[in-house]
T-cell receptor
């Protein structure tokens, strides 16, 4: 049982480049979300999805797009990378909304934008 | 709850000392609260959760937390810490009809052998 798988683990981008961070879960969780973690700011919600075909914005959605075509996958797209997007990104999933059964987190993607 | 706050940014303790990390919530209806832990270089893991019932909640690795409604608090405790407890600890609560989980800014715990 793989849980939540994120790829890549590390990435360096140049300003203006685009890329997709992949997230896949094999637990049949309906709820998936993306967070970014920055020192002193905790985790901030970027986008989330309560099921296939349904996505919504979190606290810091600007510069990011998501889609949820299947239950398993929830990719995060950076449209035009900026240095302010340098961060560690975590994908999380849960069987229920609000994480009543606890969120399962991926191992993270460390992104540097130069 | 609608938000949580953690006022201890960095706590340094010696092994075997007792631990208490603060978490305060803002009331907004049903109160569901979590503590997560992030060991160095790893992802977040659930330590414990409170939904209702007994206000003293026991979690993994000897941690516990007490929900005190009169103080709007959900502090994390451990009677005797170990070097392996060195990590960052996050308090969290669902918001907006349970669709989103919001986290506090975290408390970095350093245990000195």
């Amino acid at each position: 049982n793989a849980g939540v798988t994120q790829t890549p683990k590390f990435q360096v981008l140049k300003t203006g480049q685009s890329m997709t961070l992949q997230c896949a879960q094999d637990m049949n969780h309906e709820y998936m979300s993306w967070y970014r973690q920055d020192p002193g700011m905790g985790l901030r919600l970027i986008h989330y999805s309560v099921g296939a075909g349904i996505t919504d914005q979190g606290e810091v959605p600007n510069g990011y797009n998501v889609s949820r075509s299947t239950t398993e996958d929830f990719p995060l797209r950076l449209l035009s990378a900026a240095p302010s997007q340098t961060s560690v990104y975590f994908c999380a999933s849960s069987y229920t909304t609000g994480g009543a059964d606890g969120y399962t987190f991926g191992s993270g993607t460390r992104l540097t934008v130069v | 709850a609608q938000s949580v706050s953690q006022h201890n940014h960095h706590v340094i303790l010696s092994e075997a000392a007792s631990l208490e990390l603060g978490c305060n919530y803002s009331y907004g209806g049903t109160v569901n609260l979590f503590w997560y832990v992030q060991y160095p270089g790893q992802h977040l893991q659930l330590l414990l959760k409170y939904f209702s019932g007994d206000p003293l909640v026991k979690g993994i690795k000897g941690f516990e937390a007490e929900f005190i409604k009169s103080k709007f608090s959900f502090n994390l405790r451990k009677p005797s810490v170990q070097w392996s407890d060195t990590a960052e600890y996050f308090c969290a609560t669902p918001i907006f009809g349970n669709e989103k989980l919001t986290f506090g800014t975290g408390t970095r715990l350093t245990i000195i052998p």
